[in-house]
């Protein structure tokens, strides 16, 4: 009697077993890129994320520089042979929404966009003015001439809100310092790029700062220092730029997608996908980070940031901080405390007093 | 003042690019050889430059090799279109997806990686002359290389017989070969020559404008200086104001947001074009009174002997 | 015809795949399953070759009367500002199916009207037309760019430069389920009506007539001025109506990016038919199964999209190369010839 209740027993475990490991399917899983996977940027740090997928056995399959008026159909290909597709990018948004509906059996999920349906497709966004926020009390700090300039990609929220929380940042251990925008109407363009952080150089910003997709500021800068000597820092977005001039480098924001996209992708393995999450994370979730800090940059200055960010992580900071705390447009008009939510903030499309720059 | 006078160092920076590629434009058009394929040229320069540099931190070589792989690749165009007689028009289309594939292909792993840019060097004495001096006589040796450039190719095309046997070419083939000129001998070589040319004005992008690798580094310039080769109506004087005029144009277009004027930085990019119309019709209008050409005659034209085109 | 360009192209195209390390059988399987064995694919093809027909159509009818309209570009994007312009601010107030027919004629007139001048200046001053189409691309581009971050912004996408979708009366209606839309259908009868035009009517005689001996055509009294810029406008309107099939068709609204060169790929599409209306297919065909592969080496194989770019590079080379076999008959006596030669 006792053998045969070994016997069940053993073969009930075996049989667990057996169901929790295939649960664990292989995911195949499919994403647009809006610039090349060698940006040094956004869509390399989307491309690190997702082929971190690959060691756990997904396949990964993504097109780069993928022109946004053909996201429906290069969607629609993905859709077709994956079980999940990633568009990173806010131009991508209305296509998703067409492919979203003709193939149900496959999940969408668009970056930084506010579109979803209620079976197969949401969004998901990294609070990326957290970030921006520490960054502009690090440029507060350090700088000498109070200016700093900000190469500017497209003028949409995500970007203007970045801007926001950048100055409001420096301004809070600065209260003097001016925040300059020059647009160049691109995620992505090198040439123009350079062009923008010089004139921004000569303009007497000594922080040069972007928001774009390229390390051009950080170059930049550490010609600027060793030519001429000049006194100029710069900060990066989106990835760790700070190899391309050491020795100028403050810090930057950086993304972290492989979390993301691995919690994602389980959820798809087991079947327990949601939509209507418009999935919004930060700093506590390591979605969002600082890049690792340059060599020369001050210790007092390092200490004062991780303080500040030690008390977002200790949830002693709201989500929505610094915009929580009310901020004051442009033109004057106050907004008041606790105001500036989610909606607020996808749709933000003024700047804050100390910022000059078209908009 | 100092602000204006940025302004126009910028423009000679980023017009420089252009008026190497559009001096490669002149030469290979003069010979009758249109290359619309100057994009791809521009990238493939590009690429072997940032290449070289990375590997021998030679700027010499890096230059040099870029010249050498431009040329090689213009041979291929030459090849369709010279001795293949297809039209000049498509194949050169068929360069620029050619030049930028390869560029991209071979550049793929390269991202992340920098490169030492040139450093100005201001020639003594010159520099100091108020406006002029810093504007034109302070900048890196490739800026003044290309100075050279104009002065050589205006004494090439004017001055000696090859010149003169080049722009033959392209007004009147026929008779050349009648002469005894080898007219596919010709055109190769202008279109060679200017294929280095628009390798070298590629060159000056990871040399001095952005000293890292990016996919697409060039921009688009390459087309810009297919449009300035006319608007310097084949001329490599003219070429000089007109790749500056250009280099401003792309200067003021981020500066003019510094400046704060509320300018659409399109009607801007417009204006090049529509004046380069422009003049070209007035000019077109005063030569055909005089009954002078304005262009090389054949210029796109396959030659083929004894038929008429 | 094609068939040889075509052998030479798969040959030339297999060692590209070794080069780059794919087995080139299972290249060109996966190839041909994709693009021929599912409905997608054939989707795509048509839809990637409507376009192209319009474009190719135009280059190809210029051509004809050996006039070079290297604008279709421009034409194209003029197109879609004209169709716009009256999707924008006309959709509600027409009855019907007035709204999309408006657009149609605007699209014309616009890329139409941008084509004319380069065959206005031709004609009345000699102006070399290749040049003149050229540059007007650009400034055609950078109107579309001064209208999409400008007045045209579509409020509600937070300032990216794309205009508001279009309501659906201004969009033009799809094959059942599929992707494939009516402009497919609007391109082969424009074919049909300038394969006609050119044939059997007094005009296109004229424009052949032109076009092969322009000496004769003035001593038969052709009246080669009004004729040019006809050609010229019929030429752009045409190329302005491959701007309208893609805008209304597929996208619905106007964006950057519309065209990615069709303009262009026009000119080597109408090379390949020998300016030929009824080749205009098949090049048209021909080039969206390059288009399309690309796509599909991209997905499978992870290619860059620069190596996309240089397997069209090849395959275009290659293809203008053979041509001059099935065209004209070498006598191999010098490939060098000299003078004297004859």
Redesign the interface.
């Known amino acids: 009697m006792k053998k045969i209740i070994a016997l069940v027993v053993g073969a009930i475990i075996l049989i667990a077993a057996s169901i929790s490991l295939s649960g664990k399917e292989n995911v195949k899983v499919g994403y647009l890129l809006v610039g090349p996977k060698n940006d040094g940027g956004w869509s390399m740090r989307h491309e690190q994320g997702f082929q971190s997928l690959t060691k756990y056995g997904h396949k990964v399959s993504g097109i780069e520089m993928a022109p946004e008026a053909e996201a429906a159909k290069l969607l629609g290909k993905l859709a077709r042979k994956n079980d999940i597709v990633f568009a990173t990018s806010f131009g991508y948004m209305d296509g998703m929404v067409k492919a979203a509906k003709k193939h149900p059996d496959t999940i969408f999920m668009h970056a930084t966009g506010y579109k979803g349906n209620d079976t197969n497709m949401d969004n998901y966004g990294c609070m990326s003015y957290q970030a921006r926020y520490l960054t502009g009390i690090a440029a507060g700090l350090m700088t000498k001439t109070n200016k700093i300039g900000v190469v500017g990609s497209h003028p949409i929220p995500e970007i203007v809100r970045n801007i926001n929380a950048l100055t409001i940042g420096a301004q809070s251990v600065n209260p003097n310092i001016e925040v300059n925008v020059i647009w160049i109407n691109s995620w992505f363009d090198p040439p123009k790029d350079m062009d923008a952080a010089k004139a921004l150089l000569d303009g007497g910003n000594d922080i040069l700062y972007t928001t774009t997709d390229s390390p051009s500021v950080v170059v930049v800068a550490q010609k600027a220092w060793k030519r001429d000597g000049k006194e100029v820092w710069s900060m990066g977005n989106d990835a760790p730029m700070g190899l391309n001039g050491p020795d100028r480098y403050i810090t930057g924001m950086m993304f972290h997608w492989s979390g993301v996209y691995k919690q994602l992708v389980d959820e798809v393995a087991a079947g327990t996908w949601k939509p209507n999450r418009r999935m919004n994370l930060g700093l506590k979730q390591n979605c969002v980070a600082l890049s690792p800090w340059g060599i020369n940059v001050p210790g007092k200055v390092v200490n004062t940031v991780e303080t500040v960010k030690t008390t977002w992580l200790d949830d002693e900071l709201d989500d929505f901080y610094p915009f929580s705390a009310g901020v004051t447009k442009r033109d004057g008009t106050k907004v008041p405390a606790d105001t500036i939510k989610r909606r607020e903030l996808d749709t933000m499309n003024y700047f804050v007093q100390g910022v000059v720059g078209a908009l | 003042m100092e ?1 204006f006078i ?1 302004i126009l160092i ?1 423009a000679v920076v ?1 017009g420089t690019p252009l008026l190497f590629a559009t001096l490669g434009g002149v030469i290979s058009e003069r010979a009758g050889v ?1 290359n619309l394929g100057m994009e ?1 040229l521009m990238l493939v320069g590009a690429l072997v430059a940032f290449v070289v540099m990375l590997n021998t931190e030679n700027y010499f070589y890096a230059v040099a090799a870029a010249a050498l792989a431009s040329g090689l690749v213009s041979i ?1 165009h030459g ?3 010279l ?5 000049q ?3 050169g ?13 071979f ?2 792993k390269l ?2 990686e ?1 490169v030492e ?1 040139l ?2 060097i201001p020639i003594p004495g010159l520099h100091a002359i108020p406006v002029l001096g810093p504007v034109l006589f302070n900048h890196d040796v490739l800026v003044y290389f290309s100075y050279i450039c104009v002065g050589l190719s205006w004494w090439l095309l004017y001055k000696t017989r090859l010149g003169l046997n080049i722009r033959s070419m392209g007004e009147a083939p026929e008779v050349c ?6 007219v ?2 010709y055109r190769f070589f202008a279109l060679i020559v200017g294929g280095m040319l628009v390798g070298i004005g590629g060159a000056y ?1 990871p040399l001095a ?4 690798w ?6 688009g ?1 390459g ?2 200086a ?2 300035l080769v ?1 608007f310097a109506f084949w001329d490599p004087v003219k070429a000089l104001g007109g790749a500056y005029l250009f280099g401003l144009a ?2 003021l ?3 003019l ?2 400046l704060g004027i ?1 300018m ?1 930085p ?2 801007l ?2 204006l090049p ?2 004046l ?2 422009l003049v ?2 007035l000019v ?2 005063r030569n ?1 009174r005089r009954g002078i050409q ?2 090389p005659a054949a ?2 034209k396959v030659f083929f ?2 038929e008429k085109h | 015809m094609l068939s040889a360009a075509l052998l030479l192209v798969l040959l030339i195209s297999w060692f590209f795949f070794l080069a780059v390390g794919i087995e080139p059988f299972a290249a060109y399987k996966i190839i041909g399953e994709e693009i021929f064995l599912t409905k997608y694919g054939w989707q795509d093809l048509l839809v990637k070759m409507t376009p192209l027909m319009f474009t190719g159509l135009a280059v190809a009818l210029a051509a004809q009367m050996r006039q070079w309209n290297i604008g279709a570009e421009g034409q194209f994007h003029m197109g879609t500002f004209a169709m716009t312009w009256v999707a924008l601010n006309f959709d509600g107030q027409l009855p019907g199916g007035m709204l999309i027919v408006l657009m149609f004629i605007m699209a014309m007139i616009g890329g139409g009207l941008w084509g004319s001048v380069p065959g206005y200046l031709k004609a009345r001053f000699g102006v070399n037309e290749i040049i003149t189409s050229l540059l007007l691309n650009y400034v055609a581009a950078a109107w579309i760019d001064h209208l999409l971050f400008g007045p045209w912004r579509d409020p509600v996408s937070n300032n990216f430069p794309i205009t508001r979708e279009f309501s659906p009366e201004a969009q033009l209606p799809n094959f059942g389920n599929t992707s494939i839309h009516a402009g497919l259908i609007i391109a082969f009868i424009f074919v049909a009506i300038i394969a006609w035009v050119l044939w059997k009517t007094q005009l296109g005689f004229k424009i052949r007539l032109t076009g092969d001996n322009p000496d004769a055509a003035r001593y038969a009294g052709v009246n080669i001025r009004i004729l040019t810029i006809l050609v010229f406008a019929a030429s752009g309107a045409i190329a302005g109506l491959a701007g309208f099939s893609e805008v209304a068709g597929i996208h619905y609204r106007l964006q950057q990016d519309i065209s990615i060169g069709y303009g262009y790929t026009g000119i080597i599409v109408a090379w390949l038919a020998r300016n030929h209306p009824l080749g205009v297919i098949f090049s048209a065909f021909f080039m969206s199964i390059i288009f399309v592969s690309a796509e599909v080496l991209q997905i499978e194989y992870g290619l860059p999209i620069s190596m996309v770019y240089l397997y069209q590079g090849i395959i275009l080379f290659t293809a203008l190369g053979t041509d001059i076999f099935t065209e004209y008959r070498l006598r191999i006596k010098r490939f060098w010839p000299k003078a004297g030669d004859n």
Do not use: H
């Open positions: 602000f940025q910028a980023m249109i791809g291929i090849v369709v279109c001795m293949l007689r297809a039209s028009i498509a194949s289309l068929a360069l620029t997806f050619f030049g930028t594939g390869l560029s991209g292909l550049g793929d991202t992340g920098t840019p450093s100005r070969d009648s002469l005894g000129l080898s596919m001998g992008f404008l952005t000293p890292f990016v996919d697409g580094i060039t921009g310039r087309w810009i297919v449009a006319i792309l200067a277009e981020l500066r947001q510094v509320e659409s399109y009607f990019k417009m074009f529509v380069t119309i070209l019709t077109t209008i055909n304005v262009m210029l796109g002997r004894g």
